[in-house]
């Protein structure tokens, strides 16, 4: 089946560090690739995404190159800032059948000044 | 606003009872869908709607959870003779029709099983 995964958190950063996190998938078919944010309290919000293969998504200075020769969307970001702190969940759809989306286990980001 | 509404907030019931949620779309979004956020199992996909139909039942997990849609908006998922088990947080979220749209998550229902 369909599965995503990324990497453990907790990831702590200082300010202005640069942020990956890894994230591959398997599918079955031709999948769209998403990255979702969840901050504190706050609902799922979409953060960027990506149809096809070496297609970036860019948003708030966050970025995720679709590579398909390695399945993966890793997520990148420049320098961080204390207002990024959240959880990042990276998450795949596959073109047809409704399009539900398949999530990672998500990765909590802490940011310190 | 015009985002996804759901009801209630915060829902704690006995083991045993029944619950209803309720979840209601960005108007003119076809497609709806229902997810579970819980710490041991992440964020699973239970449901979704196109229209008034479910053609995709197979996140549901058990037949004590059922989902309907009516009028081509509102939807609401029952959960019958809760179990503890069932403590989490059920997300709700629509696109415009299915497709390739990006969906627009709820703030969510956080369900909690004494």
């Known amino acids: 089946g369909d599965s995503v995964t990324q990497m453990e958190g907790p990831v702590t950063l200082s300010e202005e560090a640069f942020l990956t996190i890894n994230c591959t998938y398997t599918?079955?078919?031709?999948?769209?690739l998403f990255w979702y944010v969840q901050y504190p309290g706050e609902g799922l919000q979409l953060l960027l995404k990506?149809?096809?293969?070496?297609d970036k998504g860019s948003n708030k200075g966050f970025e995720a190159t679709y590579r398909k020769e390695t399945t993966s969307f890793h997520l990148e970001k420049g320098s961080v800032q204390v207002s990024d702190s959240a959880v990042y969940f990276c998450?795949?759809?596959?073109?047809?059948?409704?399009?539900?989306?398949?999530f990672g286990t998500g990765t909590q980001l802490k940011v310190e000044l | 606003g015009a985002g996804v509404s759901q009801s209630p907030s915060n829902k704690v019931t006995e083991k045993g009872k029944d619950v209803e949620l309720r979840c209601d779309p960005i108007?003119?979004?076809?497609?709806l869908y229902w997810y579970r956020q819980s710490l041991g199992q992440g964020l699973e996909f239970l449901i979704y709607?196109?229209?008034?139909?479910?053609?995709?039942k197979s996140g549901l997990p058990s037949d004590r959870f059922s989902a309907e849609r009516t009028g081509g908006s509102v939807s609401t998922l029952t959960i019958q003779r809760t179990q503890q088990e069932d403590s989490a947080v059920y997300l709700c979220?629509?696109?415009?029709?299915?497709?390739?749209?990006?969906?627009?998550f709820g703030d969510g229902t956080r369900l909690s099983i004494l």
């Open positions: 979220a629509s696109s415009l029709d299915g497709g390739n749209q990006p969906q627009h």
């Open positions: 599918a079955t078919g031709y999948p769209s």
């Open positions: 709607f196109q229209g008034n139909s479910a053609p995709d």
């Open positions: 990506a149809t096809k293969a070496d």
């Open positions: 108007s003119g979004h076809t497609a």
């Open positions: 998450a795949l759809t596959i073109t047809g059948g409704g399009n539900k989306l398949t």
